[in-house]
């Protein structure tokens, strides 16, 4: 589905970046993220609200074009938050705050930067949770396939499909390996998911409680549908006679499937570290 500017964003850019810019170098910014149409006529305001529109109205990736406009403020090195001037008073540095401005209004419109200039609309509450949840660990391949699928999205679903079912495998390896449980010797999706749902309790059949079976036993044929998924419709493997048709929204479902799911295994495997952790200290 393509999506547009929203207008909150398309107001914060056409506010700030006159402050930034000249108007040759709205130009170029423009140019460079090949926003349709000659430059419009006007002052700086007008001439990034009128383009940013236009290219709501012409291009056939709005996002593409606002993540290339928006890289150069999203990636600036971390400044100095303090810097002082004549009278002793340390000025808030410009273009820190638009970039706090933009990361601000792109949550409340749903957006997620990725470095690289990509704005992705793939970002639901699970996958913002998720990153929260493994921005402080060392775990270079779930960032890695994290960034990768929300990326991919809009360009690239089959590309998506194949990066969330790929976070999945890296947390339940990592969580094996960690726990220092047998690795099994196949190690596809079904067969890591095996072993670290049967060493967290994961099983419908040992809960008392009728409602949680259900979601559980949901929740075991959802990593079964996100694997085979992955198998016959995602870039991990040829296409044999059946050719699926994947939408950014069959993405966004395998996507946010898959982080609540990998949500769930680690603030479980958090919980169990904290209660271990606890009954040591009681000894």
């Known amino acids: 589905m393509r999506k547009e500017i929203p207008a909150p964003i398309i107001a914060v850019l056409s506010e700030n970046m006159p402050a930034h810019e000249t108007?040759?170098?709205?130009?170029?910014?423009?140019?460079?993220?090949?926003?349709?149409?000659?430059?419009?006529?006007?002052?700086?305001?007008?001439?990034?609200?009128?383009?940013?529109?236009?290219?709501?109205?012409?291009?056939?990736?709005?996002?593409?074009?606002?993540?290339?406009?928006?890289?150069?403020?999203m990636e600036i090195p971390d400044l100095e938050e303090k810097r002082s001037s004549l009278f002793g008073e340390p000025p808030l540095n410009a273009k820190k705050e638009f970039r706090e401005k933009l990361e601000a209004i792109l949550s409340r419109c749903n957006l997620t930067y990725l470095p690289g200039g990509i704005v992705s609309d793939g970002s639901s509450a699970p996958s913002r949770s998720l990153a929260a949840l493994i921005k402080g660990r060392d775990i270079p391949s779930i960032d890695q396939e994290f960034n990768r699928a929300l990326a991919s999205v809009i360009s690239d679903p089959r590309e998506a499909v194949s990066a969330a079912c790929?976070?999945?495998?890296?947390?339940?390896?990592?969580?094996?390996?960690?726990?220092?449980?047998?690795?099994?010797?196949?190690?596809?999706?079904?067969?890591?998911?095996?072993?670290?749902?049967?060493d967290l309790g994961f099983s419908p059949g040992i809960l008392e409680d009728d409602d949680l079976k259900k979601i559980l036993t949901g929740v075991l044929s959802v990593v079964d549908g996100i694997g085979a998924f992955r198998t016959h419709a995602s870039s991990a493997h040829g296409q044999?006679?059946?050719?699926?048709?994947?939408?950014?929204?069959?993405?966004?479902?395998?996507?946010?499937?898959?982080?609540?799911?990998a949500l769930f295994v680690l603030e479980t495997w958090d919980e169990r570290k904290v209660r271990k952790e606890k009954i040591s200290l009681d000894k």
Request: net charge positive; aromatic share 8%; proline share 7%.
């Open 23 to 73: 108007h040759a170098s709205l130009d170029n910014l423009f140019s460079y993220a090949e926003a349709p149409g000659e430059p419009p006529e006007g002052s700086k305001p007008v001439k990034v609200q009128a383009w940013l529109r236009r290219a709501n109205k012409e291009s056939e990736t709005p996002l593409i074009v606002l993540g290339r406009i928006i890289e150069c403020y």
């Open 166 to 198: 790929n976070i999945l495998e890296s947390v339940f390896k990592i969580y094996i390996a960690d726990e220092k449980l047998d690795m099994p010797q196949k190690q596809d999706l079904q067969s890591v998911w095996k072993v670290v749902r049967a």
């Open 240 to 261: 044999g006679r059946t050719i699926y048709n994947l939408k950014p929204r069959h993405a966004r479902l395998a996507i946010h499937s898959a982080h609540t799911i």
